[in-house]
């Protein structure tokens, strides 16, 4: 792993990001610390990190609160790190624009494995070619998503979906299908984090969220993405 690759980890407890920064250091990342909502968005702008881990428990301003923030300037990989399996936490967290979220005590391995997914967008190889599909076109390159002509701020994970979508026009794509090629593998039983992020795209995609017409649903199996809009 190259030293260009740069992580941003959030905790204000020391020996925790401590913890995390040895980890990622040893796999050869380049790391930076922040321990509160300040230094984390001074960071975000000097510094352009590829991903940042943030510790959910944090003073003054939580994780959740933190990613909003940082949604509104950035579309950084997030992973949100946190004591509390509740999953209103991880929904709270996902709908404010984490990509991942991690419970400790949690595997060294598996935090890894889930960084490498969350950033394949920032160290893989660019697609040469926009796609231009129905009403959408989506620029690779940059990241960027038109629709109708009108520009789209999304999300790197609600990008990665909507790109995996757009690739499958008018095929029934099934949850695990979904999972696993978004989030990786070990996601595929985690069937909330696809209801999160196709309500999110749906409410920056669609007219009226409520009844959509690109990204349709079918019951009891997954998603089907319509880029016309057209009634099938």
Known sequence: MSSRVLVLVVDEDPQAAKLVTSLFASRGYDIRTASDAESTM?????WRPALIICNLEMPSVDGIELCRRIRQTSNVAIIVVSGNNDVRSEVAALNAGADDY????F???NLLARARVALRRSVGTPEALPLGVGEFHIDFQDRRVRVHGQPVRLTPKEFDLLVFMARHPNRVLPHRTLLGAVWGEASEEQSEYLRVYVGQLRKKL??????????VTEP????????TGLVQ
């Not at 001074?42 to 000097?46: F, Q, Y």
């Not at 991690?102 to 005590?105: G, S």
């Not at 669609?206 to 990204?215: A, I, T, V």
Request: overall charge positive.
């Open 42 to 46: 001074s960071s975000v702008r000097a």
């Open 102 to 105: 991690i419970v400790k005590p």
């Open 107 to 109: 595997n060294s391995e």
């Open 206 to 215: 669609e007219s009226d969220p409520s009844n959509p017409r690109y990204l």
């Open 220 to 227: 009891w199996v997954g998603y089907r993405f319509n880029p």
